[in-house]
């Protein structure tokens, strides 16, 4: 297997390098996986993430940097991150470090039998107004779009670069941004399957998914989307 990792990062500079090395130590370790490569998304970030991606590029033959200078949301740093990767395979994961990554070793796992493998969060470690915000846009799409999976929002998720090219082209921002390659996968009958992960609490930097203007802006291109996909 030939995989490609990614991290959408915006201002992450208290933990980005770890995330990294650790994955990196992670991916080297791993007997099924023959080549990878590690691509740290900057999205604008006004912090020294960019600094600290770009000095780990420099030392580092399997990572990456890729910046954007103003920033473009979660969104755009998922499509920019799927545009970038080369290889078959892509699993994109927080940057933060709420997630572990050596689980990725049970999506792995599932590889053999959906073309998209998806995270569900356990014990999700993130504040009330956070979680209620994700459960309201998830009862959404079910509503709207039918999209029946877990937990769409989960920061981790292994998919294969064949989807994300049937998909095109993906117009939603922010947390649509995922909900519309869901719906458009699972309309052209691409497999899925769902893995429980392990959640844990921030440790540093400032969350921005429950923010007012990021709200309101996501349940407004969720309308949008459904009038353009109906």
Same mark, same amino acid.
């Given at each position: 297997?030939?995989?490609?990792?990614?991290?959408?990062?915006?201002?992450?500079?208290?933990?980005?390098?770890? @995330?990294? +090395?650790?994955?990196?130590?992670?991916?080297?370790? $791993?007997?099924?996986?023959?080549? =990878?490569?590690?691509? *740290?998304?900057?999205?604008?970030?006004?912090?020294?993430?960019?600094?600290?991606?770009?000095?780990?590029?420099?030392?580092?033959?399997?990572?990456?940097?890729?910046?954007?200078?103003?920033?473009?949301?979660?969104?755009?740093?998922?499509?920019?991150?799927?545009?970038?990767?080369?290889?078959?395979?892509?699993?994109?994961?927080?940057?933060?470090?709420?997630?572990?990554?050596?689980?990725?070793?049970?999506?792995?796992?599932?590889?053999?039998?959906?073309?998209?493998?998806?995270?569900?969060?356990?014990?999700?470690?993130?504040? @009330?107004? +956070?979680?209620?915000?994700?459960?309201?846009?998830? $009862?959404?799409?079910?509503?709207? =779009?039918?999209?029946? *999976?877990?937990?769409?929002?989960?920061?981790?998720?292994?998919?294969?670069?064949?989807?994300?090219?049937?998909?095109?082209?993906?117009?939603?921002?922010?947390?649509?941004?995922?909900?519309?390659?869901?719906?458009?996968?699972?309309?052209?009958?691409?497999?899925?399957?769902?893995?429980?992960?392990?959640?844990?609490?921030?440790?540093?930097?400032?969350?921005?998914?429950?923010?007012?203007?990021?709200?309101?802006?996501?349940?407004?291109?969720?309308?949008?989307?459904?009038?353009?996909?109906?």
């Amino acid at each position: 297997m030939k995989l490609s990792v990614f991290f959408p990062a915006f201002n992450e500079e208290q933990s980005i390098e770890t @995330t990294v +090395r650790r994955a990196l130590g992670i991916l080297r370790g $791993l007997g099924k996986v023959e080549e =990878f490569e590690i691509i *740290v998304v900057n999205d604008g970030s006004t912090d020294r993430t960019g600094e600290i991606a770009d000095r780990l590029a420099s030392k580092i033959s399997e990572v990456r940097a890729v910046h954007h200078q103003a920033n473009r949301g979660y969104g755009g740093a998922l499509k920019t991150g799927f545009k970038e990767a080369q290889f078959k395979w892509i699993a994109f994961t927080d940057s933060d470090g709420q997630f572990d990554f050596s689980e990725v070793t049970k999506f792995l796992d599932k590889t053999d039998e959906a073309d998209l493998v998806l995270g569900y969060r356990l014990g999700r470690a993130d504040s @009330t107004l +956070r979680c209620l915000c994700t459960w309201g846009w998830s $009862l959404l799409a079910r509503i709207i =779009f039918g999209l029946s *999976v877990r937990d769409y929002s989960c920061g981790f998720k292994l998919i294969k670069r064949e989807v994300f090219e049937a998909v095109q082209p993906l117009v939603g921002e922010e947390k649509v941004t995922q909900i519309e390659l869901l719906v458009k996968a699972r309309r052209k009958g691409f497999k899925f399957a769902e893995i429980g992960v392990h959640h844990y609490p921030r440790l540093a930097g400032i969350q921005t998914g429950a923010n007012s203007h990021v709200v309101l802006k996501s349940f407004h291109d969720l309308l949008a989307l459904w009038r353009r996909l109906r």
